[in-house]
């Protein structure tokens, strides 16, 4: 069964780069696409972007200018970088695996499971 | 962009009873549609996915209908455990959430 762990800063400074890193167990990171989903404090779920094994990406257009995603294969990691953080950037942030289903007419099932834990992710001076 | 709503925003529910919960889309997704819950200080759980499916490890209490652009989740008679937020998803947005908590 697939877990996820993710870790990295729980404090970051505006204007510098969040780093987390997500470590996958019970399964091989060269399956299945990848996703990072995060959440502020009391809010919805906001999608951040993917990554397939390839190390093709594909990012939500609200973060596109600022995110990076990649895989570490050979620890069964896969990362996010987002930078010039600011508050608004302060959030629960989860990995979780991007899971895709039957394709008809145009249109894929997809939904995300299993989720990590989250990491809390603060942005201030 | 495909905009999600959830009714109603929080439902008062008696352990027992039943509930129901609305997500609808601004366009129609087919039957692309997940469920999940979270419950306070834990990732989200999936419950159904393709509008109907139960997820692994779901009790047959919680079902999910729908397609197009009008979905519900339902839950047959509520425990104690369920209270919680519910989210839908289609793609990668997710709907406002619905809090189902203690009558």
């Known amino acids: 069964q697939v877990q996820l762990q993710e870790s990295g800063p729980g404090l970051v400074k505006p204007s510098e780069t969040l780093s987390l890193t997500c470590t996958v167990s019970?399964?091989?990171?060269?399956?299945?696409?990848w996703t990072w989903i995060r959440q502020p404090a009391g809010k919805g779920l906001e999608y951040i972007g993917r990554i397939y094994t390839t190390g093709s990406t594909s990012y939500n257009p609200s973060f596109k200018s600022r995110v990076t995603m990649s895989l570490d294969t050979s620890n069964n990691q896969l990362s996010l970088k987002l930078s010039s953080v600011t508050a608004a950037d302060t959030a629960v942030y989860y990995c979780?695996?991007?899971?895709?289903?039957?394709?008809?007419?145009?249109?894929?099932?997809?939904?995300?499971?299993?989720w990590g834990q989250g990491i809390v992710v603060t942005v201030s001076s | 962009e495909i905009v999600m709503t959830q009714s109603p925003a929080i439902l008062s529910v008696s352990p027992g009873e039943r509930a129901t919960l609305s997500c609808r889309t601004s366009q129609s997704v087919d039957n692309n549609l997940a469920w999940y819950q979270q419950k306070p200080g834990q990732a989200p759980r999936l419950l159904i996915y393709g509008a109907s499916t139960r997820a692994t490890g779901i009790p047959a209490r919680f079902s999910g209908s729908g397609s197009g652009t009008e979905f519900t989740l339902t839950i047959s008679s509520l425990q104690s455990e369920d209270f919680a937020v519910y989210y839908c998803q289609q793609y990668q947005t997710f709907g406002p959430g619905t809090k189902v908590e203690i009558k």
């Open positions: 979780a695996t991007y899971r895709l289903g039957s394709c008809s007419g145009g249109y894929c099932l997809n939904w995300f499971d299993p």
């Open positions: 019970g399964g091989s990171i060269s399956s299945y696409y």
